[in-house]
C-alpha cells in the first residue's frame, strides 16, 4: 500500500500533465484555427481523471488516519500496560559501530516498577547506555549476555541472585527477548518465592521438633559429603545412636517429657560435634552422626563427649529422669564403596550388639559376697541357784553319781555305778 507522500506525489503529476496537454492542445488549434472540437474532450477525461484521483486519494487518507488512530490507541494501551506491569519491562536499542557490531545497548524506554528496580526514575534511565552510564551495575557482564542473545536470535530465560546494593530484589526472573534492533527487557522480583521455596525445602529435610537433618535430609547431605571424603582421600565416620528406655520414660512421664529429652539429646549431639559434621534425627527416638576427617579414635573420643555432657545434662536436673544413649559406630575408610543406607545399616547392627551384650550381662547372676564363718561361740559357766545345787546333790547321792562341784553345772563329772558301763562324754 502506497503511503500519502506517494499518492498525493502520483495525483498531482497525472493532473499537471492532463493540464499541461488540454492547454498544448488548445494553443496548437487556436493556431491552426482548426476549431476547438477536441478541448471539451480533453478538459472532460482531465477532469474525471482528476476527480478519480481525488477520491482515491481521499478514500486511502481516511483508511490512514483511521489506521493511525488505531495505532496510536494501540500504543497507548500497551503503555498504559507496561506501566502497570508488576514486571520490571525495559526497551533498549543496540548502538553499532562502522562494521555493524553490537558496541552497546542504549534504553529507550522503561517503565515505573523497572525504574523502581534500578533504584531510579524514568526520564533518568532513558538514554542511558549498558556499558558506559550501568557499568557499576554489572551493566558489562549484562551487555555481554544479551549481545549473544541478540546474535543467536535465541530469548534468555535465568533465575539470578542480585545483590540488593545494586538493585531492590534479592532473586530476579531475568528475561531478554532480541527485537529487531535490539531487546525487550522483563525483569520480575521472585525474592518471596525464593525464601518460601527455601523454607519448604528445609521443612522437607529438617526435623520439626529437634530441628535437626530428618532422613532425608540425612541421606542428601551425606552422601554429597562421602562423595567429597572419598576424593579427597579423607576417613569418615558414621554413628548411629538410640536412646536407652525411651519407651518407659513416654509411658511414665508421658509425650511432653519424652519430646523435651528428644530436644535435650539432640542439642547435646550438635553441641558435641563440630559445625561441618552432620547431625540427624532418623525417626522416634534414633540419631545419626556422620563425622568427617576420623576415624575410630575421634569416633570414641566424641563417643565420650557425649556420654560427658549427659551427664552434666543429668546432673542438672532438666528432666524428671536421667538419659542415656546407647551408640554404635563404623569407620568409612576412602576406598570403601558402601552407601549411606549401607554404612547406617552397619553401624546399627554395632549398637544392637552393644544392647544384647547390656543385656546379657544384666542378666547373668553375681556371686554374693562371702560371709566369715562364725565360729561357735565358748559358753561360759552358767551359775546355778544354792537349792537347785543342793537338790541335785542329794539325788546324786542316792543314785551313786558324784556331786557336782556347788555353783556350777558344767564342770560336773558323772561317777559311774557299780557293774555300769560309764555313758560315753560328748566332745
Known amino acids: ?38 478541448t471539451p474532450l480533453l478538459s472532460a477525461l482531465a477532469l474525471a481523471v482528476t476527480v478519480a484521483g481525488w477520491r482515491r486519494l481521499h478514500g486511502e487518507l481516511q483508511r490512514r488516519t483511521a489506521a493511525d488512530a488505531s495505532l496510536r490507541e494501540r500504543m497507548r494501551r500497551l503503555d498504559e ?3 502497570a ?19 552497546d545497548l542504549e534504553i529507550t524506554d522503561v517503565n515505573r516498577r523497572g525504574a523502581d528496580l534500578l533504584y531510579g526514575d524514568r526520564e533518568t534511565l532513558i538514554g542511558q547506555r549498558l ?108 554413628m548411629y545412636a538410640d536412646m536407652d528406655g525411651f519407651k518407659q520414660l513416654n509411658d511414665t512421664y508421658g509425650h511432653a517429657v519424652g519430646d523435651r529429652a528428644l530436644v535435650a539429646v539432640a542439642r547435646v549431639l550438635q553441641s558435641t560435634v563440630r559445625d561441618c559434621d552432620v547431625v540427624a534425627r532418623l525417626g522416634g527416638d534414633e540419631f545419626t552422626v556422620l563425622a568427617l576427617d576420623a576415624d575410630g579414635v575421634g569416633a570414641r573420643i566424641i563417643q565420650r563427649r557425649i556420654e560427658e555432657r549427659l551427664a552434666i545434662l543429668n546432673a542438672s536436673g532438666e528432666l524428671p529422669t536421667p538419659l542415656a544413649l546407647t551408640i554404635g559406630h563404623t569407620r568409612v575408610r576412602p576406598n570403601d564403596p558402601a552407601t549411606v543406607c549401607e554404612l547406617l545399616a552397619r553401624a546399627d547392627q554395632l549398637l544392637y550388639a552393644r544392647k544384647r551384650r547390656r543385656q546379657v550381662m544384666r542378666m547373668v547372676p553375681t556371686a554374693p559376697a562371702s560371709r566369715p564363718v562364725r565360729q561357735p561361740a565358748t559358753l561360759a559357766p552358767t551359775a546355778v541357784p544354792a537349792s537347785v545345787a543342793a537338790v541335785a546333790a542329794a539325788m546324786a547321792s542316792s543314785r551313786g553319781f558324784a556331786a557336782p562341784v556347788p555353783g556350777t553345772m558344767s564342770g560336773a563329772s558323772i561317777a559311774p555305778v557299780p557293774g555300769t558301763r560309764p555313758p560315753t562324754q560328748a566332745a
Not at 500519502?4 to 493556431?31: D, E, M, N, P, Y
Not at 529487531?180 to 525464593?194: E, L, P, Y
Request: with cysteine; hydrophobic share 45%.
Open 1 to 38: 500500500m502506497l503511503d500519502r507522500l506517494t499518492l498525493r506525489t502520483t495525483f498531482w503529476c497525472v493532473a499537471v500533465t492532463l493540464i499541461t496537454v488540454i492547454v498544448g492542445s488548445a494553443i496548437v488549434r487556436l493556431q491552426q484555427h482548426g476549431g476547438i472540437g477536441a
Open 81 to 83: 500496560a507496561m506501566q
Open 85 to 103: 506491569s508488576v514486571d520490571g519491562v525495559f526497551l533498549l536499542r543496540a548502538v553499532r559501530d562502522r562494521d555493524g557490531h553490537v558496541r
Open 131 to 238: 556499558r558506559r552510564d550501568l557499568s557499576h551495575r554489572n551493566g558489562e557482564t549484562i551487555f555481554g549476555r544479551y549481545a549473544e542473545a541478540i546474535s543467536v536470535g535465541a530469548p534468555l530465560v535465568e533465575e539470578v541472585r542480585v545483590n540488593r546494593r545494586r538493585l531492590a530484589a534479592s532473586w530476579i526472573l531475568h528475561q531478554a527477548t532480541p527485537t529487531s534492533d535490539g531487546v525487550a527487557v522483563t525483569v520480575r522480583d521472585i525474592s518471596i518465592r525464593k525464601r518460601e521455596e527455601v523454607r519448604l525445602r528445609r521443612a522437607s529435610l529438617t526435623d520439626d521438633l529437634t530441628l535437626l537433618y530428618n532422613r532425608r535430609g540425612f541421606m542428601a547431605l551425606a552422601d554429597q559429603q562421602l562423595r567429597l571424603a572419598r576424593r579427597q582421600g579423607k576417613d569418615a565416620v558414621v
